[in-house]
């Protein structure tokens, strides 16, 4: 069986799967039965100076009948004396000596900090997270966000924590901010052990549209969130990426956002995360989901040989590449199986609105076609199209040549005018625009109407 | 047999009579509606004979605009809860559905029609109304599928309408003529409650037309009329002892039991005649109706029996047997029925005929001809001019319902010979149009 334990930056957990600082932290209990139920390692709940918060908290994104892809909460930090937390994390790692217990701070003066840090430490608490993140309510009174946002006030606040931390210490960044590297950086050069992200995204998650005030409503009024879910998983994965490649950084990575299966914790691996944190999907379904994540992430690892974590770590990286890099000799063109197609034309329609105008439909069959040489390779039909393996996208060049933009940039083969000869799409049929007019019209009419429509002269509605 | 026992109250009727299609609540509906794909030229609306866009009102449910949703379906179709109810949906729409060719449920369609329907009838929500008035009246003879959707239209292009129903209450099949467990009468009445409150047509119950008379003075006073007349009485069959006690036929037989529920008997062993779609609903209700035992004899082969592949699932799922291949040649018995006297048959090259000397007496007590209904050839030879097809339907312009005499105009199973609800009103409303564009020249 593969080894599914982690050393993350000194900290030590029996699997990478630890439940980030949230309400499922908020108590010794919760904790304990996480860590009963198979969880690695669990990051506390912010403890700080107890804060008071508002009743109705958090509001959700649904999707058709898809509850949570997105959620969001206007909760603030731990809401608990201090004392308490600190005593629950004692017993808690008095059970689970194995288990990773990090305790999340945040506080404001170097003073506070530095007596958070040796009070948690004296607990026996495995590693610190500095919550730099939190972008609604604390970020108002300079914390959290407001610090994830200033690389040097954060640098600054991490190199007091270095000052008295005999522990790893995990800086935990916003998202909320253009470029995920500074404030990364900012950490780095404050002496971090790590770094974990991303917190959530500054959000109105819903407007109560009968109401007209944002939700989660509070007394008739909201403020703004943080989000997170399912939905932020490619937000974060992108920024885990910028940070596992910055060649300055060099820092461990926990990887948050989005993460409710293993497929989603492995995606977050392979492209640097040596530790997950998952918050929403613990939140939604409890801490059963665990069995889910340990024994998916076990049977990939059997596959594809992978022994330890460590060896499948940023394996992804070396793959992900600027834009400039990509092989524009490289084509992929879209083949419909006809025996598996169920006429559903999503993808006829798709392409005609949405893309090239490179599928067509032919009388006495629902079976759309391809047109080949209108086919630029972008994927939108097969994404689209609700059966498995219907679509395809299959590769039509050679393999046998490589040109990147960087290089047509370096010959001098770029469009480099308006209306450059060389432009991409110059070449590629469109169809005249008045030859759009009347495919749609019909369908604006009610009933027979529309089937009818050219039939019959229809009478002026009354 | 007996999977039922007789129904003494009305309790254990809509026990026996259970909705196939019971409502959805707003949760069933979007799960349902969340798994629509919203297919280009989809084929649901292909099949739907009065072209409802399916895919758009499933959209509207599922983003929470039941009132939207509403006004789409009405806007093809004003029997719009009714055919959501009774549509053979697993011919038209859902069977038309996508999904089917990848082994996967078909969307509900019908119940989603239903459930969106239903949400503005009990909020009596308007969404529709007269049009300004164009000084012109039509009237309309019977209440039905066709006559009632010919009067929404109509009042939405502006005409007065006068409907004149035989009956005492409106919808005609639909509260007289489907299967109880197809739809109930309260719903279908509030529906046409809610469309009359809509519309303000006026319609005048018991009040059939008959006479050369009654027709003149609808000519003098009228711009136009409509015929939604539908059918007559169950066919007689000519058989020896058709007039015993106890032999009925199913039109009559279900009108009865629509009407009166648990109060009506049923005989202890029903032969029932026939292969359509009427003989399953009667065969299955008489079941419902605690028969111990429920025969369905047919004069051809099982597969060449006219009714839906479902609807004969459906009576043999409460204990309907088929006795096929067999005609009836007498009906016996001294005053009350005491069995069918049969000739089996034999099909060759799609012709039957019968086996000499092959008789035998099916012992029943009692005996449900559903072997079509009669057309109303009488009354209709009293419109002058008016010309019937050799099968006695009314023959009209396809797209306008004109009849040879250029004032009547025809819409339902009078003009179609016999069809669907959903057929009745998608017709009716092209020829309300059509009615507009006559009377507008």
Known sequence: MPDLSINFAGIKSPNPFWLASAPPTNSGYQVMKAFDAGWGGAVWKTMGVPVVNVSSRYGGVNYRDKRLVGFNNIELISDRPLADNLREIEEVKKRFPNHAVIASLMVQSRQEWHDIVRQSQD?????????????????????????????????????????????????????????????ALAARRGGADAISLINTIQSIVGVDIDNFAPYPVVDGKGTNGGYCGPAVKPIALNMVKNCAQHPDIRLPISGIGGIENWRDAVEHMLLGAGSVQVCTAAMHFGFGIIR?????????????????????????????????????????????????????????????????????????????????????????????????????????????????????????????????????????????????????????????????????????EA | MAEYSIPTTEQEFQLNFAQLKPHMNRTEALYESSR???????????????????????????????????????????????????????????????????????????????????????????????????GKSVAVIGAGP??????????????????????????????????????????????????????????????????????????????????????????????????????????????ELRQHHHEVAVGRKVIVLGGGNTAMDAASESSRLGAEQVILAYRRAKDEMGAYGFEYDLAKGVGVKGLFNVAPVEIVGNGYVSGVKFIRTETKDGKVSEIAGSEFVEPCDMVIKATGQAKQTNFLSLIPGLKLDGKGRIIANAHTGQTTNPKYFASGDAWNGGAEVVNAAAEAKLTARGIHAYLSK
């Open chain 2, 146 to 255: 066709a006559g009632i959707s010919a009067a929404c239209e109509l009042r939405a292009l502006g005409y007065e309408v006068d409907v004149f129903e035989a009956k005492a209450q409106p919808s005609g099949l639909t509260v007289y003529g489907v299967a109880p467990y197809k739809i109930t009468n309260e719903e279908i009445l509030a529906e046409m409650a809610y469309l009359q409150a809509q519309f303000g047509y006026r319609v005048h119950f018991n009040s059939p037309i008959n006479s050369r008379e009654e027709l003149s003075k609808l000519e003098n006073e009228y711009d136009a009329i409509f015929l939604g007349i539908g059918l007559g009485k169950t066919s007689e069959l000519g058989l020896p002892g058709e007039d015993k006690i106890n032999c009925t036929g199913a039109v009559e037989f279900i009108a």
């Open chain 1, 123 to 183: 607990a026996g608490a495995d590693g610190f997270e500095l919550n730099f993140g939190c972008p609604h309510g604390m970020c108002e009174r300079g914390m959290g966000s407001a610090v994830g946002q200033e690389p040097k006030v954060l640098q600054t606040i991490v190199e007091w924590v270095m000052e008295v931390a005999q522990k790893p210490v995990i800086v935990k960044l916003t998202p909320n901010i253009s470029d995920i590297t500074e404030p």
């Open chain 2, 36 to 134: 629509c794909l919203f297919c280009f030229d989809a084929p649901c609306i292909k099949a739907c004979p009065s072209g409802i866009d399916i895919p758009q009102f499933i959209r509207q449910i599922n983003s929470g605009n039941e009132t939207g949703a509403a006004r789409t379906i009405y806007e093809a179709n004003y029997f719009g809860n009714a055919c959501g109810k009774v549509c053979p949906t697993e011919v038209l729409c859902e069977g038309a559905c996508v999904y089917n060719l990848q082994d996967v449920k078909p969307i509900e369609i019908g119940r989603l029609q239903s459930y969106a329907t239903t949400q503005v009838i009990k909020s009596g929500k308007q969404l529709f109304g007269p049009g300004a008035a164009t």
């Open chain 1, 292 to 460: 889910e994540m340990t024994s998916g992430l076990e049977q990939y690892m059997v596959e594809k040989g992978f022994e330890t974590i460590d060896q499948l770590v940023g394996k992804a990286l070396p793959n992900v590449l600027p834009w400039e890099d990509l092989n524009m000799k490289y084509k992929v063109t879209a083949n419909i199986h006809a025996e598996k197609c169920i006429g559903c034309q999503l993808c006829y329609t798709a392409c005609e609105d949405g893309a090239h105008q490179a599928i067509r439909l032919n009388a006495g069959t629902r079976v759309p076609e391809i047109i080949e040489e209108n086919c630029v390779g972008c994927n939108l039909c097969s994404l689209v199209c609700p059966v498995e393996q219907c679509i395809t996208m299959e590769r039509t060049d050679a393999g046998t040549q490589h040109l990147t933009w960087k290089g047509r940039t370096e010959a001098g083969d770029v469009p480099v005018e308006f209306n450059d000869e060389k432009a991409g799409g110059r070449h590629h049929w469109v169809p005249e625009p008045a030859a759009a007019l009347g495919k749609e019209r019909h369908k604006t009419l009610p009933g027979k109407a529309r089937v009818l429509n050219g039939e019959t002269e229809m009478p002026a």
